[in-house]
């Protein structure tokens, strides 16, 4: 398993605004293919100008996560027009609002937190498992969240949310190194769990 220092095509999920939209613009350069998904349009378009703008080709994918079918079809069409180097499941609700002190979570919030969270990420990443294992090339970042080893007080089902995703990539982690290790050839996995850079953690999972 090759990691890509340089990825050529990053996708990238909940890339219309906070965290999602400063990774597009880490990224973008001349020569480097972006895929941009989420749901808003507008939002998604301001972002795919601005990484035009610094060169890099922008395409924009207005898509729900929890949406496994839509997630499948338009994963797979992005790696058809370029292999994708990177793909970024970012996409989460509760990010910034479970850092405040006031947030406050709703027992109705509880399934989307886990549907959008969890869900969306698995549905992000699973299309694309086998067309990396192919390849023997690609790196997989699941957006993580200090929430995900300490259960914060003001949002303990988005907690409860990213606890279940460092699980579940720390597992994908072990099933792609398993897939990947051939007898005579060691192959480096490439998932991560990431943290936020307003948070303390460092990555939880490295691969
Ligand atoms: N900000 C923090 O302090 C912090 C800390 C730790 C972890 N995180 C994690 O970092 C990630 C991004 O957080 P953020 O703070 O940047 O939040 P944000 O600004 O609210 O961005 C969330 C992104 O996810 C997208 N999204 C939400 N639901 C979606 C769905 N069903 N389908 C597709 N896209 C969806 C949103 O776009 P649309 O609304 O256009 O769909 C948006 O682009 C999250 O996973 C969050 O848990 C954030």
């Known amino acids: 398993m090759t990691v890509v220092p340089n990825p ?3 996708l990238i999920t909940g ?3 906070g965290i999602g939209a400063a990774l597009a613009a ?3 350069r001349p020569g480097v293919e972006l895929s941009l998904l989420a749901r808003n349009r507008e939002r998604l378009d301001t972002v795919a100008r601005a990484c035009r703008a610094r060169g890099a080709g922008a395409q924009i994918h207005v898509s729900d996560v929890t949406d496994a079918q839509e997630m499948q079809r338009v994963v797979l069409a992005c790696d058809r027009r370029h292999a994708i180097d990177l793909v970024i499941a970012n996409a989460g609700i509760g990010g910034a609002a479970s850092m405040t002190a006031t947030a406050e979570e709703l027992a109705a919030s509880a399934r989307p ?3 959008i969270n969890l869900m969306g990420v698995v549905h992000t990443v699973t299309p694309l498992v086998p067309c990396l294992v192919a390849r023997r090339s690609g790196q997989i970042a699941i957006m993580g969240s200090f929430a995900g080893l300490v259960g914060l007080p003001q949002a303990p089902v988005y907690s409860a949310s990213k606890a279940a995703l460092r ?3 720390h597992g994908l982690r072990r ?3 398993m897939l990947w290790t051939a ?10 769990v990431v943290a936020s850079k307003r948070t303390t953690m460092r990555g939880a999972v490295h691969g």
Do not use: D
């Not at 007898?183 to 991560?192: S, Y």
């Open 15 to 17: 890339a219309s605004s």
């Open 167 to 169: 699980v579940y990539a």
């Open 8 to 10: 050529l095509h990053v």
């Open 26 to 28: 880490h990224y973008a």
């Open 175 to 177: 099933l792609l190194m």
């Open 183 to 192: 007898p005579t050839l060691r192959h480096r996995c490439a998932t991560r």
């Open 113 to 115: 937190i886990f549907e």
